[in-house]
């Protein structure tokens, strides 16, 4: 009695040529929004230094206000940490 067993196929039967596989990258790269993200860090790293002279930035910058909720108040109040 004989048996026909085909062999197991192999995983790199399934896969396409190397062309075929960068351009699966290249898709899925550009589906992920990945592409924005190289292009803009090899522009970085392309870039010249940020300055390193006070007189470059601006001279004031407005802080923000931090407000407190009356909830997070009454929290903290209830937890001793007095946020007047």
Known sequence: MTTSRRPAPLFSDEL?????????GRETSRNLGLQSRLERAARAAVAPAPSLYFD??????GKREIRVSDAAARIANALHLHLD
Request: charged share 25%; glycine share 6%.
């Open 56 to 61: 470059d930035y601006p001279a004031e910058v």
């Open 16 to 24: 396409g040529t190397p062309a075929e596989m960068a351009a699966d």
